[in-house]
Nanobody
Framework: QVLLVESGGGSVQSGGSLRLSCAASTYTDTNMGWFRQAPGKEREGVAA???????IYLDSLKGRFTISQDRAKHTLYLQMNTLKPEDTAMYYC??????????????????????WGQGTQVTVSS
């Protein structure tokens, strides 16, 4: 069982920055990801970090978003810069316990993940 608690969301103006955090109850042999879901849209993968530290990003967000982790603190981060109104969404943290042997890009889909947080809202105004 993994408990995930996101924080750091809020309202910012276009061009601003936010850093999201996800505190996990365990961080052993985990692959972690950030997802977002805007009203009326499907949940989409934003970024993921594998248990060996490799990172994967949604192509359209490369250069603006950075995923990182502090294993000692059991915390996952998402640094979001140059935010745009289209980044407005609920942001979710997800965890997959155990080794992952599939293609990296699949970690940007919901299927590999066992556990999800409750989400934190990000609103970007123009």
């Amino acid at each position: 069982q993994v408990l995930l608690v996101e924080s750091g969301g809020g309202s910012v103006q276009s061009g601003g920055s936010l850093r999201l955090s996800c505190a996990a109850s365990t961080y052993t042999d985990t692959n972690m990801g950030w997802f977002r879901q805007a009203p009326g849209k499907e949940r989409e993968g934003v970024a993921a970090i594998q248990d060996d530290g490799r990172t994967i990003y949604l192509d359209s967000l490369k250069g603006r978003f950075t995923i990182s982790q502090d294993r000692a603190k059991h915390t996952l981060y998402l640094q979001m810069n140059t935010l745009k109104p289209e980044d407005t969404a609920m942001y979710y943290c997800a965890a997959r316990l155990g080794y992952y042997y599939g293609p990296s890009y699949v970690l940007l889909t919901t299927s590999p993940y066992n556990y999800w947080g409750q989400g934190t809202q990000v609103t970007v105004s123009s």
